[in-house]
């Protein structure tokens, strides 16, 4: 299984052990519960404008049949490669299992600058990707949503490339279709309104108030941004944000709706101010209450963990924080920290109920869409402080053994086959 090896799927590798330990799982039923069940790995050919014939590798991995169809994002980004694509299904997993959804994990990727290809370029990536994928998914066996660097429409034509071949339309072959096409009400948000109620629920627990706690947020694509919306339009103060092309830090606070007009007109945060701008690499360790890192995997490590002068920690990103830095944070108590198996649910719990919608062609409105969404969440915030308080363990081994537990009990009710 050295397929997989590299810097994330080691690390998805050493958190499992470590609550593998935790719940005493015999070591011949691990690698049963960490492996992948199935790895795809395809070629993507097509016509770029320039008119040469560019061939970009796309990947999915099945992390676990068990529970019904896999489920998880399909990722565009030049980091992509089997193993950070296993690892965030891994991830899945256990986020689902967490939030009680009726699904293993997956993810899937192509390995693509989506920031260099015209609109024409990446309409025809994303139908070849899924074209090619046609054998692996479906319905009842795997369903894409977006992930960083795809979107609504990148999931509409994966929605009508899968349905042409069909003869019929499937809108139920991915979710985060835009409402018109299938989707749901309150899909694109659902990520970030998850972060943000999570984080009330936290300040909650800390006696802290919402009204005038600073944050500081990384990543202002879909998630990251709508957590800033929603954490400013509920009192607190975005004193810092960041995106692959700029940084901006302002103690008096920024102004949130001016920085989403511009970004929806130019793509970025970059031209937005030259006053303000400030280290990329220093914004995680300024003093704020909520840090939310929201882009990419492993940005805190061990040094980063130390230097942290947060009161909660959201992990809107799938696996922002290191082992090395779980260390350092469970000797930092004062730290609160939202590990990203529950904190970033919300885009798939919202996921499932557009898939469920999808199947039974009847739909919510959004009150529903949202209300369904906090209760859901609230179980499993309920659950993780319940287990962590408990056992004594921090907040991350405690929502991760509840998702591992899942899985296993499941394998282990089902049997081994044949
Ligand atoms: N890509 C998102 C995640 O990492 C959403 C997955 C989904 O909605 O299926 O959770």
């Given at each position: 299984?050295?397929?997989?090896?590299?810097?994330?799927?080691?690390?998805?590798?050493?958190?499992?052990?470590?609550?593998?330990?935790?719940?005493?799982?015999?070591?011949?039923?691990?690698?049963?519960?960490?492996?992948?069940?199935?790895?795809?790995a395809v070629a993507c050919?097509?016509?770029?404008?320039?008119?040469?014939?560019?061939v970009f590798q796309g990947f999915?991995?099945?992390?676990?049949?068990?529970?019904?169809?896999?489920?998880?994002?399909?990722?565009?980004?030049?980091?992509v490669d089997i193993?950070?694509?296993?690892?965030?299904?891994?991830?899945?997993?256990?986020?689902?299992?967490?939030?009680?959804?009726?699904?293993?994990?997956?993810?899937?990727g192509v390995t693509v600058?989506?920031?260099?290809?015209?609109?024409?370029?990446?309409?025809?990536?994303?139908?070849?990707y899924?074209?090619e994928?046609?054998?692996?998914?479906?319905?009842?066996?795997?369903?894409?949503?977006?992930?960083?660097?795809?979107?609504?429409?990148?999931?509409?034509?994966?929605?009508?490339?899968?349905?042409?071949?069909?003869?019929?339309?499937?809108?139920?072959?991915?979710?985060?279709?835009?409402?018109?096409?299938?989707?749901?009400?309150?899909?694109?948000?659902?990520?970030?309104?998850?972060?943000?109620?999570?984080?009330?629920?936290?300040?909650?627990?800390?006696?802290?108030?919402?009204?005038?706690?600073?944050?500081?947020?990384?990543?202002?694509?879909?998630?990251?941004?709508?957590?800033?919306?929603?954490?400013?339009?509920?009192?607190?103060?975005?004193?810092?944000?960041?995106?692959?092309?700029?940084?901006?830090?302002?103690?008096?606070?920024?102004?949130?709706?001016?920085?989403?007009?511009?970004?929806?007109?130019?793509?970025?945060?970059?031209?937005?101010?030259?006053?303000?701008?400030?280290?990329?690499?220093?914004?995680?360790?300024?003093?704020?209450?909520?840090?939310?890192?929201?882009?990419?995997?492993?940005?805190?490590?061990?040094?980063?963990?130390?230097?942290?002068?947060?009161?909660?920690?959201?992990?809107?990103?799938?696996?922002?924080?290191?082992?090395?830095?779980?260390?350092?944070?469970?000797?930092?108590?004062?730290?609160?920290?939202?590990?990203?198996?529950?904190?970033?649910?919300?885009?798939?719990?919202?996921?499932?109920?557009?898939?469920?919608?999808?199947?039974?062609?009847?739909?919510?409105?959004?009150?529903?869409?949202?209300?369904?969404?906090?209760?859901?969440?609230?179980?499993?915030?309920?659950?993780?402080?319940?287990?962590?308080?408990?056992?004594?363990?921090?907040?991350?081994?405690?929502?991760?053994?509840?998702?591992?537990?899942?899985?296993?009990?499941?394998?282990?009710?089902?049997?081994?086959?044949?």
């Amino acid at each position: 299984m050295d397929i997989y090896s590299g810097p994330v799927f080691d690390m998805a590798r050493t958190q499992f052990h470590r609550i593998a330990d935790h719940l005493e799982i015999p070591a011949d039923a691990r690698d049963r519960l960490l492996y992948p069940k199935r790895a795809v790995a395809v070629a993507c050919p097509i016509h770029c404008d320039d008119g040469s014939l560019r061939v970009f590798q796309g990947f999915r991995v099945q992390h676990h049949l068990t529970l019904g169809p896999t489920k998880g994002g399909t990722r565009f980004a030049l980091s992509v490669d089997i193993g950070e694509v296993a690892a965030l299904a891994v991830w899945m997993s256990w986020k689902c299992a967490l939030a009680g959804l009726p699904y293993g994990g997956a993810k899937g990727g192509v390995t693509v600058d989506p920031y260099a290809l015209s609109p024409r370029e990446l309409e025809a990536l994303s139908r070849r990707y899924m074209q090619e994928m046609i054998p692996f998914v479906g319905p009842h066996t795997d369903v894409m949503a977006p992930d960083m660097g795809t979107n609504e429409q990148v999931m509409a034509w994966f929605m009508d490339t899968y349905s042409m071949y069909q003869g019929q339309t499937v809108t139920e072959i991915v979710t985060g279709k835009p409402v018109a096409t299938g989707g749901t009400l309150g899909r694109r948000e659902a990520t970030g309104r998850g972060v943000a109620y999570l984080i009330e629920r936290a300040l909650e627990r800390l006696d802290l108030p919402m009204t005038g706690a600073t944050a500081i947020i990384q990543g202002f694509g879909n998630v990251g941004s709508v957590t800033a919306a929603t954490l400013a339009s509920r009192g607190a103060r975005i004193i810092g944000v960041s995106d692959h092309t700029a940084c901006w830090f302002d103690p008096r606070g920024l102004d949130v709706p001016a920085l989403m007009r511009h970004v929806a007109a130019t793509g970025k945060l970059a031209g937005f101010s030259n006053q303000m701008a400030f280290d990329p690499a220093e914004l995680l360790a300024q003093p704020c209450d909520i840090l939310v890192p929201a882009a990419v995997e492993r940005v805190i490590d061990g040094a980063m963990a130390a230097r942290l002068q947060c009161r909660v920690l959201a992990e809107a990103a799938n696996g922002p924080t290191t082992p090395d830095a779980d260390a350092v944070l469970e000797q930092r108590q004062e730290i609160f920290v939202i590990p990203d198996i529950l904190c970033n649910a919300g885009g798939v719990i919202v996921s499932y109920f557009e898939w469920v919608q999808d199947l039974q062609q009847f739909f919510w409105d959004e009150a529903e869409v949202n209300d369904r969404l906090y209760r859901v969440l609230q179980r499993a915030f309920v659950q993780v402080m319940e287990r962590a308080a408990r056992d004594r363990i921090s907040h991350r081994t405690a929502a991760m053994a509840i998702g591992v537990a899942k899985v296993r009990d499941a394998k282990d009710t089902r049997g081994l086959f044949p």
